[in-house]
């Protein structure tokens, strides 16, 4: 079964610290996976992309690795600003389908305290 | 704002009133989402179009649930019969291939009493 797990489940941290956070997946074979930052009561909005080949992804202060050997993706956050409390989304899709279809994990809720 | 639109934003309704939403994609994107969002949960796969065929539908989409996107452009997403557990966000998201990340819209809250 495909599947997106995300961990933590939710998260806080004082404003300026580093942050990372880890998605695992069990679906194949492999397109590509996103992040996404989504605020509360807004939809979801891209942070990076990335496909098989590639291992890391930056993205101003967000930086994304992928282990495809291991299904394995991390979210890096330097210097956390208040702003960025909001949802964390990874995101798989399957290359199986010409549809491309998209997993979604359950989100990090990440919480930056001043 | 050439982003993803959707509307209404926000809507409460009865139990067993119909309630219908519209999406508008950006507007070359040819492929069109629908999701369903609910509290600490991420966003499910309803259903997809490209262009104007509707090619994959989720079973969570019951057939109280129907969506159409009849010019290959805006989309509506309609509920019949409302009932409670369709309380939730439904999101609308394009983009012109696979390849690329959908783009979402704001979403449209629905709360049935």
């Known amino acids: 079964k495909n599947q997106v797990e995300q961990s933590p489940q939710s998260l806080i941290i004082l404003e300026g610290k580093n942050c990372t956070l880890q998605?695992?997946?069990?679906?194949?074979?492999?397109?590509?996976l996103r992040w996404y930052k989504q605020d509360t009561g807004r939809g979801p909005v891209s942070l990076t992309i990335?496909?098989?080949?590639?291992n890391t992804k930056s993205n101003g202060r967000y930086t994304a690795t992928l282990d495809a050997d291991t299904k394995q993706s991390s979210l890096h956050i330097t210097a956390s600003q208040l702003s960025d409390s909001a949802s964390y989304i990874c995101?798989?899709?399957?290359?199986?389908?010409?549809?491309?279809?998209?997993?979604f994990g359950r989100g990090t809720q990440l919480t930056v305290w001043p | 704002d050439t982003g993803v639109s959707q509307d209404p934003r926000h809507k409460i309704t009865k139990r067993g009133q119909n309630v219908t939403f519209r999406c508008d994609p950006i507007?070359?994107?040819?492929?069109l989402y629908w999701y369903r969002q609910t509290l600490g949960q991420g966003p499910e796969f309803l259903t997809y179009f490209q262009n104007e065929a509707q090619l994959e539908k989720s079973r969570l989409l019951s057939d109280r649930f129907s969506a159409e996107r009849p010019k290959g452009s805006f989309s509506t997403l309609e509920i019949q019969r409302t009932e409670q557990g369709d309380s939730a966000m439904y999101l609308c998201?394009?983009?012109?291939?696979?390849?690329?990340?959908?783009?979402f819209g704001e979403g449209s809250w629905l709360t049935v009493v």
């Open positions: 998201a394009s983009s012109l291939a696979t390849s690329d990340s959908p783009n």
């Open positions: 995101v798989v899709s399957d290359r199986g389908s010409t549809l491309g279809r998209l997993y």
């Open positions: 507007s070359e994107h040819n492929r």
């Open positions: 990335m496909t098989f080949s590639e």
């Open positions: 998605c695992n997946y069990t679906v194949s074979p492999f397109s590509n």
